[in-house]
């Protein structure tokens, strides 16, 4: 017996070898890489972005097929891992247009498949940034996302997002990704990244760092996504904020602003729901917390969930396009941004840990609260980048608005201003910031919508050519100007979280 154990092991060792050989002559290989040491970013160029999943996770057993079972008929592709570690075969790159994050994302996603020595690679287009992400692709619902996979930057900090637009490398080792932490299934690279990687200062990449957190919301994105179909449900979550309106003509308003209230959007582009269905109330919306949250007067929880059961549907002309939208109760719906959107009209004072979304009482999306980590401090004041305003009038007229940027320091509990060579940050982060002002008199409304590009713009005009707002507008002159005598409003995007800030005029 002893004899024919030694031939036996013998006959696999060559039976391997020549599997090996035979691949080698093919031209397979499990990962990629290669390119030049350098690279220009912001387009036209890749990153070659390669490493291995080490401690803390199992890479999931071989697939079937025939070199699958070959490598099993010799007693190889069968790893022992500890059962409480997490499966993992795929790392996702999901692209960001300067930090706007939706399910929409995830078509254009690249996917690196984790082979069974554990490495994996991707090459990744510089022309936008990306998020990194742990699959298990063969679980479904909220099993399949199993955790962040974030770049060390050697100080204590991890960058989540890859800035690539910035990139100034083609090659990207991350090394081993490993989980720190039992109580969470987020990795780190051993490989450290550094500021000159990205053209950036030491600063400047640890302010990054430190303010990526909410891009943990692409949890929420992978698990709402069918990778079969490309059906998906995404839910923004909108912040409102308010700042002082007295003041905002003798100083820059304090980027600490006060929590206006928590409102929610819905997106979806299943053809199982119409806007016909909730029209003729066929179809039933509803938004449940996964624990009791209020908007003042009304309580909702589990079993009184956020409910589309009463209202009705009218016309609404956006940009000269006539679309329909559903009004009643507390929820509204509109067809009017690729595909059905939808949530409740109320803001609400916290944020559960979770949100349950139903059709006809069958539960369809969950997202995960906690583990989005949004961009609120527990005293209700904003965390990231923070625009402040400053209104320049002649006598009351407004002549034109200006705009200052901080950012949030949790550490320091403080919030940073950024230097003018800093602005560039603001586009791994803010792909547009509005500046509105928003007056309804008699019935007649009037607004002024200024967008622009923070990184290079700090003051805009409403009469300027680049806007060419049709009214005259005022600050704080409703007895002479009651049409137009306005207060001012902010808006972006970011991470699938709206950041809304609200400085509200008097009444007349």
Request: include cysteine; hydrophobic fraction near 35%; aromatic fraction near 10%.
């Amino acid at each position: 017996m002893k004899n024919r154990r030694n031939v036996f092991y013998s006959s696999r060792i060559v039976l391997l070898m020549c599997l090996v050989l035979a691949l080698s002559i093919a031209g397979i290989g499990c990962s990629g890489g290669g390119g030049s040491n350098s690279n220009t970013g912001s387009g036209g160029g890749t990153v070659q972005l390669s490493g291995s999943v080490g401690s803390g996770y199992a890479a999931a057993p071989l697939k079937p097929g025939f070199f699958a079972n070959l490598l099993r008929a010799i007693g190889i592709g069968t790893p022992a891992y500890a059962l409480a570690d997490p499966t993992v075969d795929q790392v996702i790159a999901i692209p960001m247009s300067r930090g706007s994050l939706s399910s929409r994302n995830m078509a254009s996603a690249v996917t690196g498949i984790i082979n069974t020595d554990k490495t994996f690679s991707l090459t990744l287009a510089n022309d936008q940034d990306w998020l990194l992400v742990l699959i298990d692709s063969s679980a479904t619902g909220t099993n399949r996302f199993v955790g962040s996979l974030a770049l060390n930057i050697g100080s204590g900090d991890s960058l989540l997002s890859l800035p690539a637009t910035d990139a100034a490398v083609s090659t990207m080792d991350l090394g081993v990704v490993s989980r720190p932490l039992t109580t969470s299934n987020d990795a780190i690279s051993a490989n450290t990244v550094t500021a000159t990687d990205f053209n950036m200062t030491v600063g400047q990449l640890t302010t990054l760092a430190k303010t990526d957190e909410l891009f943990k919301n692409a949890k929420n994105i992978v698990n709402n996504y069918d990778t079969a179909t490309g059906v998906y449900y995404s839910m923004r979550t909108d912040f409102h904020w308010g700042g002082v309106y007295s003041s905002l003509t003798a100083t820059f308003s304090d980027p600490a602003y006060t929590s206006k209230g928590i409102g929610y959007q819905y997106d979806t582009n299943s053809p199982s729901v119409t806007l016909a269905q909730v029209c003729d109330h066929s179809m039933l919306l509803s938004f449940a917390p996964s624990e009791p949250v209020s908007d003042g007067t009304n309580t909702y929880d589990s079993g009184t969930p956020i409910t589309s059961s009463t209202g009705s549907c009218s016309p609404i002309i956006i940009s000269g396009v006539t679309h329909t939208q559903f009004t009643g109760g507390n929820v509204y719906a509109t067809d009017a941004y690729d595909g059905l959107s939808f949530g409740p009209y109320i803001l609400l004072n916290t944020v559960p840990t979770r949100w349950d979304y139903r059709e006809n009482g069958v539960l369809k999306a969950q997202f995960d609260m906690t583990a989005a980590h949004p961009p609120i401090t527990a005293g209700g004041k904003p965390k990231g980048f923070l625009p402040s305003f400053k209104i320049n009038v002649t006598g009351t007229k407004i002549d034109s608005v200006d705009v200052k940027w901080y950012y949030y320091d949790e550490a320091a509990d403080s919030y940073i201003l950024l230097a003018p060579a800093d602005l560039k940050l603001l586009k791994h982060y803010i792909q547009i910031l509005e500046v509105k002002f928003d007056v309804t008199y008699n019935n007649i409304r009037k607004t002024c919508e200024m967008y622009f590009d923070p990184t290079t713009t700090t003051n805009v005009s409403p009469s300027g050519p680049l806007f060419n707002c049709p009214d005259t507008w005022y600050y704080n002159d409703a007895v002479n100007h009651p049409d137009t005598s306005t207060g001012l409003m902010g808006f972006y995007e970011t991470g699938g979280f709206g950041y809304f800030f609200d400085f509200f005029a008097p009444m007349p």
